[in-house]
């Protein structure tokens, strides 16, 4: 028995590192396929829609069948009652809208790509009276990246459309760099809020390198191509020179903060701490305190809230590669079950 438990443990190895090949191989092709520039779509979601058919639901769960066909009754005077309204108008207004979307960022905030497809398309068909509530949740990253992610929020200002933004978790440095281009900020009472800061860290391996006897060579044109190196040798003035950039980005991302909220004191929030909501509240960094659910909830019984989201297709590559991993986590169970030592 015990050679056969053996066995069937050799076996289920060369199982999984077999299939572990053919599946870094199909994630592999997957992403060369992505690289080349798939397309995405452009999906909408009817929120005010989904809340009213959870609150019918719940009142027909919870009411008597007296008071839910009272309930029923109202609903249709309601409806009629504005639909007469609607024909009287003299002039066609539409009903306001409040576009919903969500940025979750990274580090390199590479999900701004989506984020300019769904700021595009709520610019390109927003009326007046329209406006955008973004919830952000991100501790920040690549000074490039997060600016390019508050330029595509600052093009809902431009466009004067009301911005709003919800932080429920966190918005930290880049995402605090994109949540002060809104005209209004909301956060949780235990969210995370600034960061308005700056900071680098960059190993050095010239030491263990040197050690044994290994040498490395870096060749630059201009004397600040490279300050600070991973394997050669830092010297003080690239240190000095590499300080002096990071206080230069300093100094322009407490000018853009305060580009969209002059009444800040940078001088006390612009010191790379950060803060929770009801903290920040009393220091301006935010205007209210509330979630995200609340604000929309409270927006759905005036407004119509649609949530706009910009996602990717997924390519054949993707199916094969999920059922790949499906199939193979089934394998590994089946033969660890089988596999099992007798007591």
Not at 220 to 239: H, I, Q, S, V
Request: hydrophobic share 40%; charged share 30%; aromatic share 8%.
């Amino acid at each position: 028995m015990e050679f056969l438990y053996e066995y069937g443990l050799f076996f289920a190895k060369a199982i999984t590192i077999v299939l572990s090949i053919i599946a870094v191989v199909i994630l592999v092709l997957a992403s060369a396929v992505k690289q080349k520039g798939e397309k995405g779509e452009l999906r909408l979601t009817n929120l005010s829609e989904e809340l009213q058919n959870l609150k019918h639901d719940l009142k027909e769960e919870l009411l008597s069948k007296k008071q839910f066909k009272a309930y029923e009754k109202q609903l249709k005077a309601d409806e009629k009652a504005k639909e007469k309204a609607e024909k009287e108008q003299t002039e066609d207004i539409l009903e306001p809208k409040v576009f919903v979307v969500d940025f979750k960022g990274s580090i390199d905030a590479a999900e701004v790509a989506s984020l300019r497809e769904e700021i595009s398309a709520i610019i390109a068909i927003a009326e007046k009276g329209d406006e955008v509530i973004v919830n952000v949740e991100s501790g920040g990253g690549m000074v490039h990246g997060y600016g390019l992610a508050s330029s595509q929020l600052d093009r809902l200002r431009q466009a004067d459309i009301p911005l709003t933004i919800c932080v429920d978790k966190v918005a930290a440095s880049g995402g605090y760099m994109m949540a002060c281009v809104a005209n209004k900020v909301y956060a949780a009472p235990f969210a995370i809020v600034g960061s308005i800061g700056v900071v680098a860290q960059i190993p050095n391996f010239h030491k263990l390198l040197k050690k044994h006897d290994i040498d490395y060579e870096q060749h630059t044109a201009g004397d600040f191509k490279r300050t600070l190196t991973l394997f050669g040798e830092n010297t003080d003035e690239g240190r000095e020179k590499f300080q002096k950039e990071l206080e230069e980005t300093h100094v322009l991302f407490k000018e853009f903060i305060a580009k969209y909220r002059p009444e800040l004191d940078l001088e006390k929030v612009a010191t790379g701490e950060h803060w929770y909501g009801q903290q920040a509240i009393e220091l301006g960094l935010v205007d209210e305190i509330s979630t995200s659910d609340d604000v929309i909830m409270k927006l759905a019984k005036e407004k119509t809230v649609i949530k706009v989201r910009y996602q990717l297709k997924k390519k054949f590559a993707d199916k094969i590669a999920h059922a790949a991993s499906l199939s193979f986590n089934g394998i590994f169970n089946k033969l660890a079950e089988k596999n099992q030592p007798l007591g």
